[in-house]
Protein backbone atom coordinates (compact mmCIF):
# COMPACT_ATOMS: atom_id res chain seq x y z
CA UNK A 1 0.00 0.00 0.00
CA UNK A 2 1.22 3.58 -0.02
CA UNK A 3 2.06 5.43 2.38
CA UNK A 4 -0.94 5.85 4.46
CA UNK A 5 -2.57 8.34 7.30
CA UNK A 6 -4.48 7.46 10.70
CA UNK A 7 -6.54 10.35 11.47
CA UNK A 8 -8.12 10.06 14.87
CA UNK A 9 -11.17 12.99 15.99
CA UNK A 10 -11.67 13.56 19.66
CA UNK A 11 -15.14 13.83 21.37
CA UNK A 12 -15.12 18.10 20.67
CA UNK A 13 -14.72 17.44 17.34
CA UNK A 14 -17.43 15.29 16.59
CA UNK A 15 -19.74 16.75 19.33
CA UNK A 16 -21.95 18.33 16.92
CA UNK A 17 -22.91 18.71 12.94
CA UNK A 18 -20.72 21.54 12.30
CA UNK A 19 -17.65 20.08 13.72
CA UNK A 20 -18.25 16.57 12.09
CA UNK A 21 -18.32 19.04 9.22
CA UNK A 22 -15.32 20.14 9.53
CA UNK A 23 -13.34 17.05 9.87
CA UNK A 24 -14.94 15.53 7.24
CA UNK A 25 -13.13 18.89 5.65
CA UNK A 26 -9.91 17.90 6.68
CA UNK A 27 -10.36 14.50 5.64
CA UNK A 28 -11.10 15.80 2.16
CA UNK A 29 -8.20 18.34 2.31
CA UNK A 30 -5.74 15.10 3.11
CA UNK A 31 -5.57 12.17 0.47
CA UNK A 32 -3.44 10.25 2.93
CA UNK A 33 -5.71 9.76 5.37
CA UNK A 34 -7.13 6.10 4.93
CA UNK A 35 -8.31 5.32 7.82
CA UNK A 36 -10.56 7.86 10.62
CA UNK A 37 -11.05 6.89 13.99
CA UNK A 38 -13.91 8.57 16.26
CA UNK A 39 -14.39 9.23 20.02
CA UNK A 40 -18.02 9.34 20.46
CA UNK A 41 -19.52 12.68 20.91
CA UNK A 42 -18.70 15.07 23.73
CA UNK A 43 -20.84 14.66 26.48
CA UNK A 44 -21.88 11.18 25.38
CA UNK A 45 -19.72 9.05 27.19
CA UNK A 46 -19.91 10.48 30.78
CA UNK A 47 -23.77 10.01 30.36
CA UNK A 48 -23.14 6.46 29.63
CA UNK A 49 -20.86 5.91 32.46
CA UNK A 50 -23.70 7.19 34.60
CA UNK A 51 -26.14 4.82 33.45
CA UNK A 52 -23.88 2.17 34.08
CA UNK A 53 -23.50 2.54 37.46
CA UNK A 54 -27.51 2.10 37.64
CA UNK A 55 -30.12 4.66 39.02
CA UNK A 56 -33.55 4.57 39.56
CA UNK A 57 -36.15 4.88 36.37
CA UNK A 58 -36.55 8.43 36.61
CA UNK A 59 -32.70 9.36 36.77
CA UNK A 60 -32.70 6.89 34.01
CA UNK A 61 -34.87 8.16 31.95
CA UNK A 62 -33.64 11.82 32.46
CA UNK A 63 -29.87 10.54 31.23
CA UNK A 64 -31.45 8.72 28.33
CA UNK A 65 -33.48 12.09 27.32
CA UNK A 66 -29.73 13.91 27.34
CA UNK A 67 -28.35 11.42 25.09
CA UNK A 68 -31.44 11.61 22.38
CA UNK A 69 -31.42 15.33 22.55
CA UNK A 70 -27.23 15.28 22.11
CA UNK A 71 -27.60 13.07 18.54
CA UNK A 72 -30.68 14.26 17.39
CA UNK A 73 -29.72 17.22 17.06
CA UNK A 74 -26.84 16.14 14.92
CA UNK A 75 -29.18 14.24 12.72
CA UNK A 76 -32.20 16.66 12.65
CA UNK A 77 -29.18 18.49 10.33
CA UNK A 78 -27.79 15.43 8.18
CA UNK A 79 -29.23 15.45 4.67
CA UNK A 80 -31.09 11.84 3.63
CA UNK A 81 -30.63 10.70 7.40
CA UNK A 82 -33.36 7.74 7.24
CA UNK A 83 -31.05 4.72 7.12
CA UNK A 84 -28.61 6.13 9.95
CA UNK A 85 -31.52 7.12 11.63
CA UNK A 86 -32.85 3.74 12.01
CA UNK A 87 -29.40 2.75 12.92
CA UNK A 88 -29.04 5.01 15.58
CA UNK A 89 -32.87 4.28 16.51
CA UNK A 90 -31.79 0.67 17.15
CA UNK A 91 -28.43 1.49 19.30
CA UNK A 92 -30.61 4.03 21.51
CA UNK A 93 -32.80 1.34 22.01
CA UNK A 94 -29.81 -1.03 23.15
CA UNK A 95 -28.54 1.92 25.04
CA UNK A 96 -31.82 1.56 27.18
CA UNK A 97 -32.17 -2.20 27.57
CA UNK A 98 -28.50 -2.49 28.89
CA UNK A 99 -28.99 0.90 31.02
CA UNK A 100 -31.97 -1.00 32.53
CA UNK A 101 -29.98 -3.96 33.74
CA UNK A 102 -27.48 -2.18 35.29
CA UNK A 103 -30.20 -0.62 37.63
CA UNK A 104 -30.71 -4.72 38.53
CA UNK A 105 -26.82 -5.45 38.23
CA UNK A 106 -24.09 -3.71 37.24
CA UNK A 107 -20.77 -6.10 36.11
CA UNK A 108 -17.12 -4.62 34.44
CA UNK A 109 -18.61 -6.39 31.23
CA UNK A 110 -21.89 -4.86 30.88
CA UNK A 111 -20.61 -1.36 32.16
CA UNK A 112 -18.13 -1.79 28.44
CA UNK A 113 -20.80 -2.75 27.06
CA UNK A 114 -22.85 0.39 27.48
CA UNK A 115 -20.42 2.81 27.45
CA UNK A 116 -18.84 1.56 24.20
CA UNK A 117 -22.15 2.45 22.39
CA UNK A 118 -21.20 6.25 21.53
CA UNK A 119 -18.35 5.39 19.52
CA UNK A 120 -20.53 3.14 17.31
CA UNK A 121 -23.47 6.42 17.20
CA UNK A 122 -20.83 8.90 16.31
CA UNK A 123 -19.07 6.39 13.19
CA UNK A 124 -22.31 5.66 12.11
CA UNK A 125 -23.32 9.08 11.38
CA UNK A 126 -19.48 10.33 10.19
CA UNK A 127 -20.03 8.14 7.69
CA UNK A 128 -23.12 8.88 5.85
CA UNK A 129 -21.81 12.55 6.33
CA UNK A 130 -18.93 11.62 4.14
CA UNK A 131 -20.86 9.95 1.85
CA UNK A 132 -23.37 12.50 1.26
CA UNK A 133 -19.79 14.49 0.78
CA UNK A 134 -19.04 12.48 -1.76
CA UNK A 135 -16.33 10.38 -0.25
CA UNK A 136 -16.18 6.52 -0.69
CA UNK A 137 -16.32 6.00 2.90
CA UNK A 138 -16.85 2.69 4.55
CA UNK A 139 -18.16 1.77 8.44
CA UNK A 140 -16.31 -0.92 10.27
CA UNK A 141 -16.86 -2.23 13.71
CA UNK A 142 -13.00 -2.03 15.56
CA UNK A 143 -14.06 -5.19 17.34
CA UNK A 144 -13.78 -7.06 14.15
CA UNK A 145 -10.20 -5.68 14.32
CA UNK A 146 -9.02 -4.88 17.88
CA UNK A 147 -8.39 -7.88 20.13
CA UNK A 148 -7.78 -7.81 23.93
CA UNK A 149 -7.92 -10.18 26.81
CA UNK A 150 -10.84 -9.82 29.26
CA UNK A 151 -9.44 -6.84 31.75
CA UNK A 152 -12.85 -4.82 31.42
CA UNK A 153 -12.33 -1.54 31.74
CA UNK A 154 -8.47 -1.66 30.72
CA UNK A 155 -8.22 -4.72 28.39
CA UNK A 156 -4.59 -5.07 27.10
CA UNK A 157 -4.62 -5.74 23.32
CA UNK A 158 -3.58 -8.43 21.49
CA UNK A 159 -1.13 -7.43 19.07
CA UNK A 160 -0.26 -10.96 16.91
CA UNK A 161 -4.41 -11.11 16.72
CA UNK A 162 -4.72 -7.53 15.77
CA UNK A 163 -2.50 -7.74 13.08
CA UNK A 164 -4.18 -10.28 11.57
CA UNK A 165 -7.75 -9.67 11.65
CA UNK A 166 -6.03 -5.95 10.10
CA UNK A 167 -4.37 -7.68 7.45
CA UNK A 168 -8.07 -9.74 6.60
CA UNK A 169 -10.37 -6.89 6.77
CA UNK A 170 -8.88 -3.56 7.10
CA UNK A 171 -5.76 -3.67 4.34
CA UNK A 172 -8.31 -4.66 1.00
CA UNK A 173 -10.80 -2.33 2.19
CA UNK A 174 -8.35 0.40 1.86
CA UNK A 175 -6.19 -0.99 -1.29
CA UNK A 176 -10.01 -1.35 -2.69
CA UNK A 177 -9.88 2.68 -2.39
CA UNK A 178 -12.29 2.89 0.27
CA UNK A 179 -11.83 5.49 3.04
CA UNK A 180 -12.46 3.44 6.64
CA UNK A 181 -14.19 4.94 9.78
CA UNK A 182 -13.68 3.43 13.43
CA UNK A 183 -14.50 3.28 16.79
CA UNK A 184 -11.63 3.96 19.35
CA UNK A 185 -11.85 2.83 22.85
CA UNK A 186 -13.42 -0.24 21.81
CA UNK A 187 -12.11 -4.18 21.27
CA UNK A 188 -13.06 -7.50 21.50
CA UNK A 189 -12.04 -10.32 24.18
CA UNK A 190 -11.97 -13.94 23.41
CA UNK A 191 -15.31 -14.98 23.90
CA UNK A 192 -16.91 -12.22 21.84
CA UNK A 193 -17.70 -9.92 24.54
CA UNK A 194 -16.60 -6.20 24.13
CA UNK A 195 -14.05 -4.19 25.94
CA UNK A 196 -12.75 -0.55 26.44
CA UNK A 197 -9.19 0.38 26.75
CA UNK A 198 -9.59 2.78 29.58
CA UNK A 199 -8.25 6.37 29.45
CA UNK A 200 -6.36 7.34 26.82
CA UNK A 201 -8.02 4.80 24.65
CA UNK A 202 -9.13 6.15 21.38
CA UNK A 203 -5.93 7.46 20.65
CA UNK A 204 -4.70 4.07 21.72
CA UNK A 205 -7.16 2.51 19.32
CA UNK A 206 -5.49 5.05 16.30
CA UNK A 207 -2.12 4.63 17.24
CA UNK A 208 -2.69 0.69 16.68
CA UNK A 209 -4.39 0.64 13.61
CA UNK A 210 -1.29 2.43 12.28
CA UNK A 211 0.95 0.28 13.53
CA UNK A 212 -0.63 -2.54 12.36
CA UNK A 213 -1.28 -0.54 8.70
CA UNK A 214 2.14 0.40 8.29
CA UNK A 215 0.96 4.02 7.89
CA UNK A 216 3.53 6.74 8.10
CA UNK A 217 2.29 9.18 10.78
CA UNK A 218 -0.82 9.38 13.22
CA UNK A 219 -3.01 12.41 13.21
CA UNK A 220 -4.88 13.16 16.26
CA UNK A 221 -7.39 15.78 15.83
CA UNK A 222 -8.22 17.73 19.09
CA UNK A 223 -9.82 21.22 20.39
CA UNK A 224 -6.47 22.64 20.99
CA UNK A 225 -3.58 23.55 18.18
CA UNK A 226 -0.69 20.99 19.44
CA UNK A 227 0.98 20.24 22.69
CA UNK A 228 2.05 23.80 24.87
CA UNK A 229 4.54 24.58 27.49
CA UNK A 230 2.22 24.41 30.09
CA UNK A 231 -1.63 24.84 30.34
CA UNK A 232 -2.54 27.86 28.24
CA UNK A 233 -5.61 28.06 30.81
CA UNK A 234 -3.54 28.57 33.64
CA UNK A 235 -0.23 30.54 31.42
CA UNK A 236 -1.99 32.96 28.70
CA UNK A 237 1.76 33.19 27.80
CA UNK A 238 2.30 29.29 27.11
CA UNK A 239 3.59 28.50 23.84
CA UNK A 240 3.22 25.98 21.31
CA UNK A 241 6.00 22.89 20.83
CA UNK A 242 6.67 22.75 17.67
CA UNK A 243 7.86 19.08 18.08
CA UNK A 244 9.11 17.21 20.83
CA UNK A 245 10.16 13.09 21.83
CA UNK A 246 8.09 10.31 22.57
CA UNK A 247 9.83 10.68 25.90
CA UNK A 248 8.61 14.06 26.70
CA UNK A 249 5.02 13.69 25.80
CA UNK A 250 4.68 10.49 27.25
CA UNK A 251 6.78 12.39 30.43
CA UNK A 252 3.65 15.06 30.21
CA UNK A 253 0.97 12.87 30.16
CA UNK A 254 2.21 11.12 32.73
CA UNK A 255 2.09 14.33 34.96
CA UNK A 256 -1.24 15.76 34.19
CA UNK A 257 -1.01 16.84 30.58
CA UNK A 258 -4.36 16.02 28.88
CA UNK A 259 -3.60 15.92 25.15
CA UNK A 260 -2.11 12.83 25.10
CA UNK A 261 -1.76 9.17 27.49
CA UNK A 262 1.45 7.50 27.44
CA UNK A 263 -0.36 4.32 26.47
CA UNK A 264 -1.04 5.66 23.00
CA UNK A 265 2.39 6.21 22.32
CA UNK A 266 3.58 2.67 22.56
CA UNK A 267 2.88 1.56 19.39
CA UNK A 268 3.88 4.43 17.98
CA UNK A 269 7.33 4.47 19.87
CA UNK A 270 8.23 0.42 18.69
CA UNK A 271 7.39 1.26 15.39
CA UNK A 272 8.67 4.54 14.89
CA UNK A 273 5.65 6.18 14.39
CA UNK A 274 5.65 9.81 14.15
CA UNK A 275 2.26 11.72 16.04
CA UNK A 276 0.69 14.86 15.09
CA UNK A 277 -1.53 16.71 17.36
CA UNK A 278 -3.53 19.29 15.96
CA UNK A 279 -6.45 21.38 16.22
CA UNK A 280 -9.62 20.13 14.06
CA UNK A 281 -11.42 23.33 14.76
CA UNK A 282 -8.25 25.36 13.37
CA UNK A 283 -6.36 22.83 11.05
CA UNK A 284 -4.50 25.72 9.82
CA UNK A 285 -3.01 26.94 13.01
CA UNK A 286 -0.09 24.40 13.38
CA UNK A 287 0.24 21.88 15.85
CA UNK A 288 2.80 19.82 17.86
CA UNK A 289 5.13 16.67 15.84
CA UNK A 290 6.03 13.90 18.52
CA UNK A 291 8.85 11.57 16.98
CA UNK A 292 11.82 9.61 18.30
CA UNK A 293 14.45 12.33 17.46
CA UNK A 294 13.22 15.72 17.64
CA UNK A 295 16.20 18.13 16.04
CA UNK A 296 15.57 20.36 19.04
CA UNK A 297 15.80 18.69 22.85
CA UNK A 298 16.40 22.32 25.34
CA UNK A 299 16.58 21.12 29.13
CA UNK A 300 13.29 22.23 30.08
CA UNK A 301 10.74 21.55 27.54
CA UNK A 302 7.23 21.96 29.69
CA UNK A 303 5.48 22.37 33.17
CA UNK A 304 2.83 19.97 33.86
CA UNK A 305 0.14 20.20 36.40
CA UNK A 306 -1.64 17.02 37.97
CA UNK A 307 -4.23 18.51 40.53
CA UNK A 308 -6.29 16.17 43.47
CA UNK A 309 -3.00 13.94 44.58
CA UNK A 310 -3.18 12.43 47.87
CA UNK A 311 0.37 11.91 50.18
CA UNK A 312 0.45 9.20 51.99
CA UNK A 313 3.23 9.04 55.20
CA UNK A 314 4.32 6.06 56.64
CA UNK A 315 6.69 5.92 59.32
CA UNK A 316 8.44 3.09 60.71
CA UNK A 317 6.51 1.83 64.45
CA UNK A 318 8.79 -1.47 64.99
CA UNK A 319 12.12 0.62 63.76
CA UNK A 320 12.84 -2.35 61.49
CA UNK A 321 15.72 -2.05 59.16
CA UNK A 322 14.83 0.05 56.12
CA UNK A 323 14.97 -2.71 54.02
CA UNK A 324 12.29 -5.13 55.53
CA UNK A 325 10.03 -2.25 56.13
CA UNK A 326 10.03 -0.55 52.75
CA UNK A 327 9.45 -4.54 51.62
CA UNK A 328 6.58 -4.75 53.87
CA UNK A 329 4.83 -1.54 52.89
CA UNK A 330 5.61 -2.39 49.01
CA UNK A 331 4.09 -5.48 49.25
CA UNK A 332 1.04 -4.39 50.80
CA UNK A 333 0.74 -1.83 48.25
CA UNK A 334 1.16 -4.40 45.39
CA UNK A 335 -1.46 -6.83 47.03
CA UNK A 336 -3.85 -4.31 47.05
CA UNK A 337 -3.17 -2.94 43.44
CA UNK A 338 -2.09 0.49 44.08
CA UNK A 339 -0.30 2.45 41.96
CA UNK A 340 2.42 4.90 43.20
CA UNK A 341 3.28 8.02 41.30
CA UNK A 342 6.18 9.21 43.42
CA UNK A 343 7.78 8.02 46.61
CA UNK A 344 10.62 10.03 49.18
CA UNK A 345 12.32 8.08 51.67
CA UNK A 346 14.08 8.48 54.91
CA UNK A 347 16.01 6.01 56.87
CA UNK A 348 12.44 5.08 59.31
CA UNK A 349 9.88 6.84 56.63
CA UNK A 350 8.72 6.72 53.24
CA UNK A 351 6.53 9.23 51.74
CA UNK A 352 4.25 8.39 48.66
CA UNK A 353 1.93 10.02 46.20
CA UNK A 354 -0.94 8.31 44.76
CA UNK A 355 -3.71 9.80 42.24
CA UNK A 356 -7.36 11.16 43.58
CA UNK A 357 -8.75 8.54 42.28
CA UNK A 358 -6.71 5.53 44.07
CA UNK A 359 -8.85 3.94 46.53
CA UNK A 360 -7.47 3.66 50.16
CA UNK A 361 -9.28 1.11 51.45
CA UNK A 362 -10.09 0.94 55.18
CA UNK A 363 -8.17 -2.94 54.68
CA UNK A 364 -5.54 -1.23 52.84
CA UNK A 365 -5.14 1.75 55.76
CA UNK A 366 -5.62 -1.55 58.53
CA UNK A 367 -2.81 -3.18 56.99
CA UNK A 368 -0.65 -0.50 56.80
CA UNK A 369 -1.05 0.39 60.54
CA UNK A 370 -0.06 -2.85 61.56
CA UNK A 371 3.30 -1.83 60.22
CA UNK A 372 3.80 1.93 60.43
CA UNK A 373 2.16 5.11 61.15
CA UNK A 374 -0.13 6.00 58.80
CA UNK A 375 -0.78 9.86 57.51
CA UNK A 376 -3.11 10.61 54.87
CA UNK A 377 -2.91 14.41 53.48
CA UNK A 378 -5.31 15.76 50.45
CA UNK A 379 -5.40 18.90 49.03
CA UNK A 380 -2.47 18.53 47.21
CA UNK A 381 -1.37 19.06 43.46
CA UNK A 382 1.48 17.54 41.72
CA UNK A 383 4.01 20.41 39.74
CA UNK A 384 6.44 18.27 36.63
CA UNK A 385 9.18 20.33 35.13
CA UNK A 386 9.57 18.15 31.85
CA UNK A 387 12.96 18.06 30.09
CA UNK A 388 15.93 16.79 29.17
CA UNK A 389 19.14 15.45 30.60
CA UNK A 390 18.25 17.85 33.74
CA UNK A 391 20.49 15.84 36.24
CA UNK A 392 23.58 17.90 33.81
CA UNK A 393 21.95 21.69 34.06
CA UNK A 394 24.18 22.45 36.55
CA UNK A 395 22.06 25.81 37.78
CA UNK A 396 18.94 23.82 37.64
CA UNK A 397 18.58 24.30 41.30
CA UNK A 398 19.43 27.48 42.07
CA UNK A 399 17.21 28.51 39.12
CA UNK A 400 14.21 26.21 40.56
CA UNK A 401 14.76 27.20 44.35
CA UNK A 402 14.79 30.71 43.62
CA UNK A 403 11.93 30.65 41.82
CA UNK A 404 9.05 28.99 44.53
CA UNK A 405 11.17 30.04 47.60
CA UNK A 406 7.99 32.16 48.86
CA UNK A 407 6.24 29.04 48.40
CA UNK A 408 5.76 25.94 50.71
CA UNK A 409 6.92 23.27 49.42
CA UNK A 410 5.30 19.48 50.54
CA UNK A 411 8.05 16.90 48.61
CA UNK A 412 10.44 17.08 46.36
CA UNK A 413 11.24 14.31 43.96
CA UNK A 414 14.53 14.31 42.09
CA UNK A 415 17.38 11.80 40.39
CA UNK A 416 14.98 8.72 39.26
CA UNK A 417 14.73 10.16 35.89
CA UNK A 418 16.75 12.56 33.78
CA UNK A 419 13.58 14.01 31.96
CA UNK A 420 11.62 15.28 35.04
CA UNK A 421 11.51 16.94 38.54
CA UNK A 422 8.79 16.92 40.49
CA UNK A 423 7.16 19.20 43.35
CA UNK A 424 4.27 18.08 45.26
CA UNK A 425 2.76 21.90 46.87
CA UNK A 426 -0.99 22.95 48.27
CA UNK A 427 -3.15 23.05 45.36
CA UNK A 428 -4.61 26.56 46.31
CA UNK A 429 -0.68 27.58 45.48
CA UNK A 430 -0.28 25.37 42.71
CA UNK A 431 -1.40 27.79 39.80
CA UNK A 432 0.72 30.32 41.30
CA UNK A 433 3.47 28.00 40.46
CA UNK A 434 3.15 26.79 37.39
CA UNK A 435 3.08 31.11 36.66
CA UNK A 436 6.21 31.87 38.28
CA UNK A 437 7.84 29.03 36.60
CA UNK A 438 7.02 29.59 33.83
CA UNK A 439 7.99 32.86 33.33
CA UNK A 440 11.72 32.17 34.72
CA UNK A 441 12.26 29.17 32.52
CA UNK A 442 10.21 29.97 29.04
CA UNK A 443 9.24 33.97 29.11
CA UNK A 444 12.45 35.42 29.73
Not at 30 to 46: E, F, M, Q
Request: glycine share 6%; charged share 20%.
Amino acid sequence: MHPLSVAKFGGTSVADYPAMQACAKIIIDDPNTKAVVLSASAGITNLLVALAQGCDTIERYALLKQIIDIEEKILSRLPNNQTVRAQVGEILQKIENLAEAASLACSPALTDELISQGEMISSLIFVHLLQEMGVNAVWVDVREIIATDDNFGKATPNDTQTKLNSDKLLKPLIQAGKLVVTQGFIGREPNGRTTTLGRGGSDYSAALLAEVLGAKDVLIWTDVAGIYTTDPRTVPLAQRIESMSFTEAAEMATFGAKVLHPATLRPAVRSNIPVYVGSSKSPKAGGTWVTQSPCHRPTFRAIALRRDQTLLTLSNLAKHSASLFFGQIFAILDKHKISVDTVSTSEISVALTLDYNTPLSAELLTELSQIACVKVSSGLSLIALVGNDLHHSPNLVQQLFSTVDKFNIRLINYGASSNNLCLLVQSDQAADIVRCLHKKLFEN
